[in-house]
């Protein structure tokens, strides 16, 4: 693990399958990784109060636009689009793991005869594929680097 997870309180990450060590949300305290959780920029938000979303996205160098561009480019990809969502796709779905009745009926219509904890572990993973590939679109690669798996 890099520096910058090594020094994240352990109450800030989960282990979810499918992602060791995911950061919490942003609006709880998570990293930059946790882009991944967050709503679409432009919508109504349940935790707007308390929403760090724009302030880190300008941190990192990355426009509301681009983030929507990515996160939706990752949908069609993998095919997370659906009208179940909050959003229209499973790409801004958060990481509750104690169940969504939005996420969830997407998620079995997705993937169809799979056991349920295969598919949270499948949505996971591309949940940490796809807060590496916001962190690689950054511009200010310093902000990020540390918390990349892979180097860019």
Known sequence: MKKALEKIPKEMLRDLQGWKNAPVPLCMGGDYRALT???KPG????FGYKCKRDQK???????SEEFIRIKE?????HNWNSDFTC????SYCCM???GCSNRDPALLLRYP?????????????????????????AKNHQIVLDYLEDDI
């Open 37 to 39: 959780w967050c709503c």
């Open 43 to 46: 919508l109504p938000l349940t």
């Open 57 to 63: 996205l300008k941190e990192i160098g990355m426009t």
């Open 73 to 77: 480019e990752f949908s069609e990809e």
């Open 87 to 90: 959003y229209g796709s499973l």
């Open 96 to 98: 509750r793991q104690g």
């Open 113 to 137: 005869g799979t056991e349920f904890s295969e598919i949270l572990k499948t949505y996971y993973a591309l949940k940490k594929e796809l807060a590496q590939l916001l962190l690689k679109k």
